[in-house]
């Protein structure tokens, strides 16, 4: 974290924003879901440490709807600025498996469990769950194999709509989140359809996860966002409004 506000302060930018996974179903042996407590204790050791670099607080929930009281826990831990809600998962015939291992599953029909995915992202929007923003909303096309018909959201445009009406619907903001730098996620054809919907806000994430990653592709998300309409808001600093 101390790196990553050097390495924020080194590229000029005025604010970062820390939203660590809280992710409650294990995908990977390494994964953890976050220290609140820690986190918090070094969020404070970094806004001692940088008081140059406005920090925000926040977490991204993997599938908040699916866990509620661990979700409760989370956030009972202080008030954060920025909450993130995210599926990686969904359920294919009773096996919780993470979008980024579709390929890797024999049997999976990526465009089915794409669209399974959707109508999760739908259900957690519905939820109830305490989340602002919504997270990287077309995940699957980052991992989508090498051998299927090409990712195009047209394809998808009822089931990206549903869920931009279940997000516009709750007041949620949309995050375009850079992958460190290689994609846009989601991109501009649905940022369009984000504002046809009704949607106010957008904000980004570079998703760094490595401090020389922070802010990578944040130039072509400012293209991009406002090329769909939006333009910078005052406050916070990573959010722009139609
Ligand atoms: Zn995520």
């Not at 920090?55 to 993997?62: A, D, N, Y």
């Not at 549903?162 to 903001?173: F, P, S, W, Y």
Request: glycine share 8%.
């Amino acid at each position: 974290m101390e790196r990553s506000c050097e390495r924020a302060l080194e590229i000029g930018l005025p604010a970062i924003a820390f939203t660590d996974h809280a992710d409650f179903v294990k995908v990977h042996e390494e994964q953890h879901c976050v220290d609140i407590a820690g986190y918090l204790d070094c969020l404070e050791r970094c806004r001692a440490k940088f008081s140059g670099l406005r920090i925000l607080s926040g977490v991204e929930l993997g599938e908040p709807h699916w866990f509620p009281a661990e979700t409760a826990a989370v956030l009972a831990a202080g008030p954060l600025d920025n909450v993130l809600g995210s599926v990686h998962c969904v359920k294919l015939d009773g096996a919780v498996v993470d979008a980024s291992q579709f390929k890797e599953r024999e049997g999976v029909d990526v465009a089915a469990a794409t669209r399974e995915y959707f109508a999760e992202v739908a259900a957690m929007l519905d939820g109830g769950q305490p989340f602002e923003v919504l997270a990287h909303l077309d995940y699957p096309k980052r991992y989508w194999p090498a051998g299927a018909a090409a990712y195009e959201e047209k394809d998808y445009e009822a089931e990206i709509r549903a869920v931009l009406r279940a997000a516009a619907g709750t007041g949620r903001v949309l995050e375009v989140n850079t992958t460190r730098g290689d994609r846009l996620c989601p991109d501009l054809t649905v940022v369009r359809w984000w504002r046809e919907m009704g949607g106010q806000a957008v904000q980004y994430g570079s998703d760094a996860h490595s401090p020389d990653r922070v802010a990578e592709g944040f130039r072509v998300a400012t293209q991009m966002v406002e090329s769909a309409g939006f333009k910078p808001a005052r406050d916070p600093v990573s959010l722009w409004r139609r």
